[in-house]
């Protein structure tokens, strides 16, 4: 078990990483092609493949000018997470109204 821990530790996530959005993308297809999706949530949703973008421009700025991983850079990971943190609010608010006008 120790053993596959170690490979676990040492496996490059960027092909895992490329891999997951292909998943992504069918789901906003899918969630574009329905009436059942809130739009804000909809937005929020797209704005998580803002993020992603950011989030790997960022790591290269880092990487190129700093010499550094992202997260140590604090003002670029901030900044990156902070579109998470927009699109997760987008997310939920648009959920949060669709349950409010289903109970009314």
Same mark, same amino acid.
């Given at each position: 078990?120790?053993?596959?821990?170690?490979?676990?530790?040492?496996?490059?996530?960027?092909?895992?990483?490329?891999?997951?959005?292909?998943?992504? &993308?069918?789901?906003?297809?899918?969630?574009?092609?329905?009436?059942?999706?809130?739009?804000?949530?909809?937005?929020?949703?797209?704005?998580?493949?803002?993020?992603?973008?950011?989030?790997?421009?960022?790591?290269?700025?880092?990487?190129?000018?700093?010499?550094?991983? &992202?997260?140590?850079?604090?003002? &670029?990971? %901030? @900044?990156?997470?902070?579109?998470?943190?927009?699109?997760?609010?987008?997310?939920?608010? %648009?959920?949060?109204?669709?349950?409010?006008? @289903?109970?009314?």
């Amino acid at each position: 078990m120790n053993n596959f821990l170690l490979y676990l530790a040492d496996l490059d996530p960027g092909p895992i990483f490329v891999f997951s959005l292909f998943p992504f &993308l069918f789901f906003l297809y899918w969630a574009n092609k329905t009436n059942e999706m809130p739009k804000i949530s909809l937005w929020g949703f797209r704005m998580t493949l803002l993020f992603v973008g950011i989030t790997i421009a960022f790591s290269i700025f880092a990487q190129v000018n700093y010499g550094k991983e &992202l997260t140590d850079i604090d003002a &670029l990971h %901030g @900044s990156a997470e902070a579109f998470l943190a927009i699109s997760d609010g987008l997310v939920a608010l %648009g959920f949060a109204g669709l349950i409010q006008n @289903s109970s009314k």
